[in-house]
Structures are given as C-alpha cells and as structure tokens.
C-alpha cells in the first residue's frame, strides 16, 4: 500500500483553466503538506495543515487554495492558471505537529503543465 | 539568498570512486534531513542529524554534522550506479518548524 498518494501524477492544461491535486495518506498522520518544485529543481513549502488547521500559508498567490476534508487527506486547488504554475507538486506527511523532530514521507509528485 | 546552500551543483563519479556533498546554512539548525530523490518519483528519507558532531550511516552513506551546526557532509563509498539520483539536505530551526531545503545535488554513477 502506498503511504502517501497522490493523483493525478501528470496533468496538462490550458492557461485560465482551474484544476485540482488531491492527496491522501494511510499512515495515520496528522501534518499534511504541499510541496512545488520548479524547473531548477528547487522544493519549496507551500501549505501545512494540521489535523485538519491551516498551519502553515507560505508567501502563495491566493489563486491556490488547500482543503483538509479530514487529516487523512490534502487537496490542493487552483484556479486561474498561469505559465509560472508549471511545476512538480509534492504532497507530505509527518507523524506530529511540524516535522522538526521527525521525517517527512512524500507521494510521488504530481507533474503540472500549463500551455 | 538561499538559507540552505549545496556543493557540488552536480556531479559525474565512476562506479566504485568514494564522493561528497556539502550542505550548509547560514544559521545555527535544530535538525538536518538528507533526502534521495529519482527523476520524476518523490523524496526518499535517509537520515536526520540533531546533534553537533553526530555521524550516521546507511549502508553505504555517511552524514556528520558539523560540531556548530551549520555544516553537514554526505560521503557515499564506493558508489554504484543505484546511488544516482538528486540529494536534497533539508534542515528545521527549532523543533517545531517547517522543513526548508537546499538546491540539490545531481548525481550520476557512471558504470
């Protein structure tokens, strides 16, 4: 069984058009996380929820908007699509509260572009 | 400027040759991470370090903190071509904080 999940892993779409990522983990976790890596590779945090709270809302245009239906599952939503969205966005999990005493366990990436 | 910086950018080794990559930051770290990812799969969890001067191992990677904590060194020995990949550091500043990380390192095992 996969830990954390991901879906879809690859998703290609118009510019303006509004699409979601959603993520799911089965490990019993209760911090969530959305991840973007641009094209340099480079990981950068977006959101935490915490069972199910808004901890974390990095520096993110308000286009972008998470949803924790429960602490099992993360989606990410996006509206008004832009070049610049293009990226790979990871979904992550750690055990309790933010990850600084603990590992964080990542899905597989979702790979985002936008013609 | 990035607060986690890696060297080398990228790196080519032969199999079987010993290499390093550096990570380090310009403030004092509670925690390091070092992640392993393949192209177009998520990050892969190798070790943390807290303490200065720590050391550990999995299989044939090594990591040590620096005694200052703002420094640390992965060493692989005698690479093969299954350690290619990008090794990200990560590193949180107190013990209830966000994981941010460095650029990566590419790295490719030449058979």
């Known amino acids: 069984d996969t830990a954390v999940s991901q879906t879809p892993k690859y998703l290609v779409t118009q510019m303006g058009n509004d699409k979601s990522i959603k993520c799911e983990q089965n490990?019993?976790?209760?911090?969530m996380y959305w991840y973007k890596q641009d094209s340099k590779k480079f990981l950068k945090i977006m959101f935490s929820?915490?069972?199910?709270?808004?901890?974390i809302n990095e520096t993110v245009p308000n286009r972008f908007s998470p949803k924790s239906p429960d602490k099992a599952h993360l989606n990410l939503h996006i509206n008004s699509l832009e070049l610049g969205d293009s990226a790979v966005y990871f979904c992550a999990s750690s055990q309790w509260g933010l990850a600084g005493s603990g590992e964080l366990f990542f899905g597989e990436g979702s790979r985002l572009t936008v013609l | 400027s990035q607060e986690l910086e890696q060297s080398p950018q990228s790196l080519i080794v032969q199999e079987g040759k010993n290499l390093t990559i550096n990570c380090t930051s310009s403030k004092t770290l509670y925690g390091l991470y070092w992640y392993k990812q393949k192209y177009g799969e998520g990050l892969i969890f190798l070790m943390m370090?807290?303490?200065?001067?720590e050391e550990k191992s999995h299989e044939k990677i090594t990591a040590k903190l620096d005694e200052k904590k703002q420094q640390s060194s992965l060493h692989i020995t005698a690479s093969q071509p299954s350690h290619a990949g990008t090794y990200l550091c990560?590193?949180?500043?107190?013990?209830?904080?966000?994981?941010?990380f460095g650029p990566g390192t590419s790295l490719s095992v030449i058979p």
């Open positions: 990560g590193a949180v500043k107190t013990s209830y904080d966000k994981v941010i």
């Open positions: 929820y915490n069972n199910k709270e808004l901890i």
């Open positions: 490990l019993g976790h209760d911090t």
């Open positions: 370090l807290q303490k200065g001067g």
